[in-house]
């Protein structure tokens, strides 16, 4: 049988109800992720990621004093400018409250570097700081990846990307994750590149009864 990993991606405080980067209706996943995390006998590593910024980076709109969501450029990469978010030693950082976090085995931390913003847990996105989560998948000999989170069509979609590029089988748990949605088409489109890219599409309901 395929080793399995769960993938938690940043379902943080700022990205939760009454954050600096809420994002709509995110509380709701939350339940969802928490059932798959209890059945960690059908999974070989469970991993969160945390966006874990500080506050000079380079992707927040306040420190270019240029209007929130307007595009810029970061790095040689087009960038969306943030509002400030999920910045160290803030409440916005931390893991949402209810999130049940005793059965993860790692927390990858990433958009540390205050000079690229990084959506993939796998790297930044000029692909100059690795967080090693690949090599960890590796090393645990894991072969098919399970992507929930936030947000749908940013960071979720990004790690699966890069999961599907690294080799691993990769599957978009649909109903435990939610998107920022800045055009109402942005989370299905999303989906839809990641499935063009061979990945694959579950509902958390039909993987649970699999996975029994």
């Given at each position: 049988m395929s080793k399995k990993a769960l993938l938690v991606i940043d379902v943080q405080n700022d990205f939760c109800e009454g954050g600096?980067?809420?994002?709509?209706?995110?509380?709701?996943?939350?339940?969802?992720?928490?059932?798959?995390?209890?059945?960690?006998?059908?999974?070989?590593?469970i991993i969160a990621s945390q966006d874990f910024h500080p506050e000079n980076h380079g992707s927040f709109a306040s420190n270019h004093d240029v209007e929130v969501f307007s595009m810029g450029e970061l790095?040689?990469?087009?960038?969306?400018?943030?509002?400030?978010?999920?910045?160290?030693?803030?409440?916005?950082?931390?893991?949402?409250?209810?999130?049940?976090?005793?059965?993860?085995?790692?927390?990858?931390?990433?958009?540390?570097?205050?000079?690229?913003?990084?959506?993939?847990a796998f790297k930044d996105n000029g692909g100059l700081n690795d967080s090693g989560l690949a090599t960890l998948l590796r090393d645990e000999n894991i072969e098919e990846v399970y992507v929930t989170g936030l947000a749908t069509d940013y960071c979720?979609?990004?790690?699966?990307?890069?999961?599907?590029?690294?080799?691993?089988?990769?599957?978009?748990?649909?109903?435990?994750?939610?998107?920022?949605?800045?055009?109402?088409?942005?989370?299905?489109?999303?989906?839809m590149h990641v499935?063009?890219?061979g990945g694959y599409q579950v509902n958390s309901v039909d993987l649970l009864k699999v996975l029994e």
């Open positions: 600096a980067l809420a994002v709509a209706d995110a509380d709701s996943i939350v339940s969802t992720i928490n059932k798959l995390v209890a059945d960690q006998m059908q999974f070989d590593l790095n040689g990469e087009p960038q969306v400018m943030w509002p400030d978010h999920c910045v160290q030693g803030t409440h916005g950082v931390q893991f949402h409250d209810d999130l049940d976090m005793h059965m993860f085995d790692v927390i990858v931390q990433k958009g540390v570097d205050a000079k690229v913003d990084s959506y993939s979720v979609k990004f790690t699966a990307l890069d999961a599907i590029a690294e080799g691993f089988k990769t599957f978009m748990v649909t109903d435990a994750m939610k998107g920022v949605n800045q055009n109402p088409s942005d989370s299905d489109e999303a989906i499935l063009k890219e």
